[in-house]
Nanobody, 120 residues
Framework: QVQLVESGGGSVEAGGSLTLSCAAS????????MAWYRQAPGKEREFVAE???????DYANSVKDRFTISRDDARNIAWLQIANLKPEDTAVYYC??????????????WGRGTPVTVSS
């Protein structure tokens, strides 16, 4: 099992910035992808950004100019830096980790989320 704990959310004004953190623990061996998703009120959870073990990153088109994902495998932490926050960024942000090479092939894990509220 892998446990993921997010932190860093909060209430900010539009134009501000935040850095979200995701700390991984447990059976972290073979975590290939760490990613962030978000779910706005009344909407489905959506992909935000991901980073692979080799450092390759991918972003949703709506955030690629303002969000930066990074990870430190030695510390088992991933971050999501968010700049120039907009009210439409208001959501609960979830950390996701994917392990590969497990008996089931692929295992996915989720944190409980950290809320971000952006006021205009």
């Amino acid at each position: 099992q892998v446990q993921l704990v997010e932190s860093g959310g909060g209430s900010v004004e539009a134009g501000g910035s935040l850095t979200l953190s995701c700390a991984a623990s447990g059976n972290i061996f073979s975590i290939s992808i760490m990613a962030w998703y978000r779910q706005a009120p009344g909407k489905e959870r959506e992909f935000v950004a991901e980073i692979r073990r080799n450092g390759r990153t991918d972003y949703a088109n709506s955030v690629k100019d303002r969000f930066t994902i990074s990870r430190d495998d030695a510390r088992n932490i991933a971050w999501l830096q968010i700049a120039n926050l907009k009210p439409e960024d208001t959501a609960v942000y979830y950390c996701h980790a994917r392990r590969v090479g497990t008996p089931s092939g692929v295992d996915d894990y989720w944190g409980r989320g950290t809320p971000v509220t952006v006021s205009s």
